[in-house]
């Protein structure tokens, strides 16, 4: 018991002090990680009767959105580029989108959604607003537009590495 109590005491003496709001902050970066994970679970659910996953249905709406090469949709995406390729051979070998020569750069391919890619995601997206309408319908679009604000915000410091992680 002695040596149970001692440990504890350490772990506490190593543990670094937070300010109110670095607990705060902890714990928000806490839930928005569960929330990806139930989001991202939830995506595969609404993709999956068009054979996809959250993952190839992000790559194939930033097919549509307009001529990106692989690597400007794993940014945009924010995924690493190997990934995102991954992903793009294999929705090409389904017929689900296509290579196209960029007049940018001559290695970087642009992605583009076959008629096939447009009609599965046109599913995925009429079953994603009635999901989307129903849970929004929980919240007020003031709550929901600060939420995402302050989410946003965050982003943002963590992209231009204003914060410094040690």
């Given at each position: 018991?002695?040596?149970?109590?001692?440990?504890?005491?350490?772990?506490?003496?190593?543990?670094?002090?937070?300010?109110?709001?670095?607990?705060?902050?902890?714990?928000?970066?806490?839930?928005?990680?569960?929330?990806?994970?139930?989001?991202?679970?939830?995506?595969?659910?609404l993709?999956?009767p068009?054979g996809?996953?959250?993952?190839?249905?992000?790559?194939?709406?930033?097919?549509?959105?307009?001529?990106?090469?692989?690597?400007?949709?794993?940014?945009?995406?924010?995924?690493?580029?190997?990934?995102?390729?991954?992903?793009?051979?294999?929705?090409e070998?389904?017929?689900?989108?296509?290579?196209a020569?960029?007049?940018?750069h001559?290695?970087?391919?642009?992605?583009?959604?076959?008629?096939?890619?447009?009609a599965?995601l046109?599913?995925i997206?009429?079953?994603?607003?009635?999901?989307?309408?129903?849970?929004?319908?929980?919240?007020?679009?003031?709550?929901?537009?600060a939420?995402?604000?302050?989410?946003?915000?965050?982003?943002?410091?963590?992209?231009a590495?204003?914060?410094?992680?040690?």
């Amino acid at each position: 018991m002695d040596e149970i109590h001692n440990r504890q005491h350490v772990v506490k003496l190593n543990r670094p002090e937070r300010t109110m709001e670095g607990d705060v902050f902890s714990s928000f970066a806490i839930t928005a990680l569960r929330l990806a994970g139930h989001l991202t679970a939830a995506g595969d659910r609404l993709a999956k009767p068009e054979g996809q996953t959250s993952a190839r249905w992000q790559v194939l709406a930033a097919a549509r959105r307009s001529d990106m090469s692989v690597a400007q949709i794993a940014r945009a995406l924010g995924l690493a580029r190997q990934g995102v390729q991954r992903l793009a051979d294999v929705l090409e070998r389904e017929g689900l989108i296509a290579y196209a020569d960029n007049p940018q750069h001559q290695r970087a391919k642009l992605v583009r959604l076959t008629a096939e890619g447009a009609a599965r995601l046109g599913a995925i997206e009429i079953a994603q607003a009635g999901w989307a309408n129903e849970l929004g319908a929980a919240f007020t679009s003031a709550e929901l537009d600060a939420a995402r604000v302050v989410m946003a915000r965050v982003m943002e410091m963590l992209e231009a590495d204003e914060v410094p992680v040690d």
